[in-house]
């Protein structure tokens, strides 16, 4: 991967993509395994927003079930298991424990749910079609008060009637997951440049030729042309369109999360509740607690977490494990992101967009009628984490119908990412271990999870110089050489690029400023950063961990 938009702009490519999140990162990939030219543009660093602040799960949609969207449930559960075996080490089997309680409604109770999760199960019929076993998902089962209280001991057990167990998956890094994408992508050839906004579409009338780039980096202008212009903005897809005749509209919904200490130890926690389900996740030795689900009605680029929505899940989860007693000092970390939802056209002003159906939309922007027809332009808008994948598909075929090219069929469902090539993660894990006796084996097993078959080019780094094997932060298994091979070879350009998106160090919370300013030593060497410099990336990093009044 490298950054160089003067030379993307030097030709004119198939595809121009606008957006770096997630989907971006799919249809990049697909379009250039294909063999299409590729340009993506980001303007922020790449998973910046939504894509970073997910519940981190890949799953099948089990709530869906509620307004019937069986086609989007077996949907995602097939895709759930592409992720699966394409890249073992960042998605993994996960239990979800869902208590029952007497005296609920009929819709909630043990039966019911049950019911439901049969139904799941059988959509979900290839769940052990995969090679490795320890990847294999069982089937739901059911759970007496007795079985459930040994699980989870401190459930309160006034109206407990016991609980159902199913399972479906969680990704150990979102961004390292579409980085992954993004790295296969520019392997096949696709050109790569975050920090570059799309300040307008470029137009002759109708058609749109490309679009117009901002280098935010050297505050340059470049014109970017294209036969194809893929706007993957997610929750800013509509602004790209602005003054434009279209009729697209996009619906955000505020996703919130936090991050405290352990709550559970290897299951999650599902409980049902007001405006949707809250989770209770372990995460990295923690638990991840979310997520609201609320529209959100401002501009994108203003969206924060406040002290209200913090306060909110503080509240969902006294409701529901009072046991925990959790205060505002208990969040070690919190986040949030704007899903984009595709418009159902209604006016309903529920501040609650939990039961909005999270199905994709690829608008070819030629077909529309006659007053807003524009040539050369196609949206993705919608969609969830889990279903990326299959939606870059779709918008890949349709560009390849639109170019008339006859292109090879996808092959991303099958192909692993870049550091995925693992029969069985837990077997590879002790492969390294007994390879590499000089080297500590958690740090070992942290970068096989973060790096897969790639975590050699981690080690050769640690065996040029071996003080990069050691931790930034005490009790933080981030090490030196993560924080170089970031700026080599996966395109970070800022220290929060470094923290949040190409290792986990900021990811639990603040790791202190002693470990933010080792590892803005670490880049301002090669990136020619003074002393004011790095202290003002530091200052970049610290304002992220402060919430809105």
């Not at 043990?110 to 090679?131: C, E, H, N, V």
């Not at 006859?406 to 271990?433: E, H, K, M, Y």
């Not at 410099?533 to 530091?538: D, I, L, T």
Request: hydrophobic share 40%; net charge neutral.
């Amino acid at each position: 991967m490298r950054r160089d938009l003067p030379r993307t702009c030097a030709k004119v490519h198939d595809l121009v993509i606008v957006g770096g999140g997630v989907t971006g990162a799919c249809i990049a990939r697909d379009a250039a395994l294909r063999g299409l030219s590729v340009a993506l543009i980001e303007k922020q660093d790449f998973s910046h927003a939504t894509s970073a602040a997910s519940s981190k799960l890949i799953h099948g949609g089990l709530r869906y079930l509620k307004k019937l969207e069986v086609g989007l449930i077996r949907e995602s559960l097939r895709e759930r298991r592409m992720w699966l075996r394409t890249a073992p080490h960042l998605v993994y089997p996960l239990a979800m424990l869902l208590p029952t309680h007497r005296g609920r409604s009929r819709s909630e109770g043990k039966p019911m749910l049950r019911a439901g999760l049969s139904i799941y199960d059988l959509l979900a019929f290839d769940r052990t079609w995969l090679a490795d076993p320890d990847q294999r998902l069982p089937g739901h089962r059911s759970l007496d008060i007795r079985e459930t209280l040994a699980l989870q001991p401190d459930l309160p057990a006034d109206d407990l009637s016991g609980a159902i167990v199913y399972h479906d998956c969680q990704m150990f890094s979102p961004e390292r997951l579409a980085l992954e994408c993004l790295l296969s992508a520019a392997a096949a050839g696709a050109e790569l440049c975050n920090y570059t906004l799309a300040e307008g579409l470029l137009r002759d009338g109708s058609q749109v030729l490309g679009v117009r780039a901002r280098d935010l980096l050297t505050n340059t202008t470049h014109e970017l042309r294209a036969r194809l212009v893929i706007n993957a903005a997610g929750p800013w897809a509509d602004l790209l369109l602005a003054g434009l005749p279209t009729s697209q509209r996009v619906v955000r919904s505020k996703g919130v999360h936090i991050i405290t200490r352990a709550l559970t130890t290897g299951h999650a926690i599902t409980f049902a509740g007001k405006h949707g389900h809250l989770f209770l996740l372990p995460w990295r030795g923690h638990t991840l607690i979310g997520t609201t689900d609320e529209a959100y009605e401002g501009a994108p680029d203003d969206f924060r977490v406040t002290e209200a929505d913090i306060a909110s899940l503080l509240a969902s989860v006294h409701e529901h494990l009072p046991s925990a007693r959790l205060t505002r000092a208990d969040v070690l970390h919190f986040y949030g992101g704007l899903r984009p939802l595709v418009s159902d056209g209604s006016d309903d002003s529920d501040a609650s967009t939990y039961d909005a159906s999270r199905r994709a939309e690829v608008h070819d922007h030629a077909h529309a009628d006659a007053d807003h027809a524009m040539s050369g332009l196609i949206s993705a808008i919608g969609g969830k984490w889990t279903t990326s994948r299959h939606l870059a598909e779709q918008v890949v075929d349709l560009a390849a119908r639109k170019l008339e090219r006859r292109l090879p069929a996808c092959s991303t469902a099958t192909t692993p990412l870049p550091g995925g090539a693992i029969a069985n993660f837990r077997r590879f894990v002790a492969d390294q271990v007994q390879r590499h006796p000089g080297h500590d084996p958690a740090m070992l097993e942290h970068l096989a999870r973060n790096y897969g078959t790639r975590m050699g080019e981690l080690l050769h780094i640690i065996d040029a110089d071996p003080n990069l094997a050691r931790p930034l932060a005490e009790g933080l298994p981030e090490i030196g050489a993560q924080v170089v091979h970031a700026l080599r070879c996966e395109m970070a350009v800022a220290l929060p690029d470094v923290v949040f998106r190409r290792t986990g160090l900021g990811t639990l919370g603040n790791p202190g400023e002693a470990a933010l300013s080792g590892a803005a030593r670490l880049m301002g060497g090669p990136l020619g950063w003074d002393r004011a410099e790095r202290m003002r990336q530091v200052e970049r990093v610290l304002d992220t961990y402060g919430a809105a009044p």
